[in-house]
């Protein structure tokens, strides 16, 4: 049953319905389009348009039809309804008659959308917060299990100061905090009801809007009508969130699939995250990792369409809107299931704490060491620079490290390198230097578990 047709002599040709109609997405919302049913319906009991006798069967016919939806909500797809909202209407009028018709008085589809999405992000955000959550406990756990792992860490994709891989952990943990608090920001932002807004001009009821927003359990109500049923800020928003996280998430990928490698051989992937190869059976492919960071483009690409959708509407409601919903759902999901699937590749990952030992070892990573031990003896740090390049070009010609170099090497570049300079080149002195906030000290890296695995317990319960 379409919720419009009186205006109109003929039918909707069935391409344009084909076209037009949004159930085929929008069903997703049939729980908060009955969630925000009933409560319209008891606002309408306090504005005289209902009896409290015809707001009970009202409720009680859409329990019943809220339970067979939570049971199956595919059932909805068999209709040839409109959207969510005609499909509801429709259950509820074969379920109540001629009463079911009255439920819409003073409502509009544009308020009744808005507020449907609204209830629907701010649901998805609470499981959302789950998962930033979950896998920030898999990377803790993670850094806990392997805290005496030393690896090289990286600027330009080249060797450059040592790390631990605990560091490494807690840097993504860092970056999800944040993913965190931006999200429950955007739901705070969009904790508002529209609902009571009408088309665009408010409801001619005298309807507690207030009372209304509360009892869909929002902070409040909205306070423009034009704006609420035309704001679709939080559907961007959600969107950003997903798309920073989800480059947080490719980043983690992107190391992962770096530190697997034959070349580097820093950790082993679990068989549950991995896949063969259809030729060459030694493969052994990091897909779980490259999905995650493939799936990156489609969520950014989705608040690109969003925002060109939005861009230049004109006040108040345009059919234009339709297209927030299809990017959205797309976007979250998209995020929830990286944010799982990240967590899981931690569950069984093995660090190979030989190789990345001596992959620290390599490559020179204590030339800044020697430099600070220059400082030390009084050299300015710029000529301090100069010499220990120097020497790191006279160890690469005769392939020795730093620490392999005798006095009488060193000396050729400058007088004043004593013996005491060999436990200044050892890599655990290199961690122990780094004693300030943040740094790879062991008593800092320690210091930074307890934290997190503090917060996250606080956060958990």
């Known amino acids: 049953m379409a919720l419009w047709g009186g205006r109109f002599s003929q039918g ?21 389009d009955i969630q925000g049913s009933m409560a319209w319906a008891k606002a309408l009991v306090k504005v005289g348009v209902l009896t409290e006798d ?4 009202l409720q009680q016919a859409m329990e019943v039809l809220l339970a067979s939806v939570q049971q199956d909500p595919q059932q909805i797809l068999n209709s040839d309804a409109e959207d969510i909202h005609s499909w509801v209407e429709s259950q509820l009028i074969a379920a109540v008659g001629d009463l079911g018709k009255k439920l819409h008085t003073g409502r509009s589809r544009n308020d009744q959308v808005a507020t449907d999405l609204k209830l629907w992000c701010k649901a998805q955000g609470e499981l959302l917060l789950g998962s930033i959550t979950a896998l920030q406990q898999g990377l803790v756990a993670s850094a806990r299990a392997n805290q005496a792992a030393v690896l090289p860490g990286y600027t330009h994709l080249q060797r450059a100061q040592p790390v631990t891989y605990a560091h490494w952990a807690l840097a993504y943990v860092e970056m999800l905090e944040r993913d965190y608090s931006r999200l429950q920001d955007a739901l705070k932002r969009l904790d508002t009801s529209p609902l009571g807004c009408g088309a665009l001009a408010g409801t001619a009821y005298a309807i507690d809007r207030e009372a209304l927003a509360l009892d869909m359990d929002f902070a409040g109500a909205t306070r423009n009508s034009l704006d609420s049923v035309s704001d679709r800020d939080h559907v961007v928003e959600l969107m950003h969130v997903a798309s920073l996280s989800m480059t947080h998430l490719s980043r983690f990928a992107e190391d992962l ?11 082993e992937l679990s068989d549950a995250v991995t896949s063969g190869s ?3 059976p030694q493969k052994k492919n990091p897909d779980a990792l490259e999905l995650i960071r493939g799936k990156t483009g489609r969520v950014v690409g989705a608040q690109m369409g969003m925002l060109m959708s939005l861009k230049a ?43 990345t030992m001596a992959a620290a070892q390599g490559g020179y990573a204590n030339a800044t060491e020697l430099a600070d031990y220059l400082v030390a003896k009084d050299i300015p740090f710029r000529e ?8 790191v070009v006279y160890a690469i010609q005769v392939k020795k490290p730093l620490e392999e170099l005798t006095i009488g090497e060193f000396q050729r570049f400058s007088p004043v390198i004593e013996f005491d300079v060999y436990p200044n080149l050892e890599l655990e002195a290199t961690l122990a230097k780094r004693v300030a906030k943040g740094g790879v000290a062991r008593e800092q890296i320690e210091g930074a578990l307890v934290a997190a695995e503090a917060l996250l317990a606080k956060r958990a319960g």
């Not at 909707?12 to 908060?32: C, I, M, P, T």
């Open 257 to 267: 699939i770096f530190y697997n490698t034959g070349e580097a051989g820093f950790v």
């Open 54 to 57: 015809e707001q009970a069967k």
């Open 12 to 32: 909707a040709d069935s391409r344009f319905k084909q076209f037009n109609d949004s159930l085929r997405f929008d069903y997703r919302l049939a729980e908060q």
């Open 313 to 355: 509407l004109p006040l108040a409601y345009n059919k234009d809107m339709q297209e927030d919903k299809e990017g959205l759902f797309d976007a979250l999901d998209t995020w929830h299931d990286c944010l799982d699937m990240a967590a899981l590749v931690l569950i069984d990952l093995k660090v190979n704490g030989e190789r």
């Open 384 to 391: 301090a620079h100069h010499i220990v390049g120097e020497t």
């Open 278 to 280: 259809s030729l060459m």
